[in-house]
């Protein structure tokens, strides 16, 4: 039974990533939508898998913030930094969210459970364009910004648009934008809808979509069969390279539909 089940899963595998059009996908038993322990075993599964992958010597995490990555932060251990110097770093500005959540302490955990180190971007939340513009230019901001610029592998989850445009404390006016668009899915401030057409885009320090082709390693995590469309509809925008850790919840979705 358990060799069945094992060539069952690498053959769910394998045809996730053809569909998706991605290098590789890791599917764990269950549905995080219903069971936390699931995100427990994404953020095992990411310790094994930066385990194998990252390089000896210097390493420069970016990571996003949300709720899929602040409980896979728990999950890190001081394995990761054998032969190694993690820097965790945040690939966002932290702003517009509750602070546990944030990719700042998502770093901060991540430093701590691998004993590694990181830095903060602390940013105000609701930035006009031009105060984005100086921003940059400020010389604690910029250093970390040099740093995420440089970082050699990038840890993101993918979020629902609807949940996310209510947690970014957007307008009315942005919401309502949101809506009209039928986006499904967000990632990096960035809005897509179900074909995988940018329709919104929060104005935020830090990495985008497009800087990730760059990026040798690069890790998305995001489960439950409610994120099913919204996986479909990033993936059509994210690099080649990218592995998915997801779950059964999330994958029975999206190869049940076409
Ligand atoms: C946000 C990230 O913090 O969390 C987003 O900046 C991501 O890029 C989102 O999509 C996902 O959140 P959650 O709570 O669904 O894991």
Known sequence: KLLADFQGTALIEQQLSQKLGIARCIVLPGNSDKQYRVIDSFGQRLNQLLGTILPNGKNLIAVTGGSTLARVARNLS????KNRDLLFLPARGGVG????????SVCAEMANRTHGQH???YLPEDISER??????KESSIKSVLDLIYKCNVVVHSIGTASVMAERRNLS?????KITNSQAVAEAFGDFFDQNGQLVYKVPRI????RDLANIEHVVAIAGGASKASAIKAYMKNAPAHTVL????GASKMILRDN
């Open 206 to 209: 830090g990495l985008h979509v």
């Open 119 to 121: 830095r903060a971007l």
């Open 97 to 104: 969210e509750s602070v546990i959540i944030q990719a700042n």
């Open 78 to 81: 001081p394995i990761l930094s």
């Open 172 to 176: 009315d006016v942005d919401r309502l």
């Open 131 to 136: 105060s984005f513009e100086s921003l940059q």
């Open 245 to 248: 850790i997801t779950d059964e």
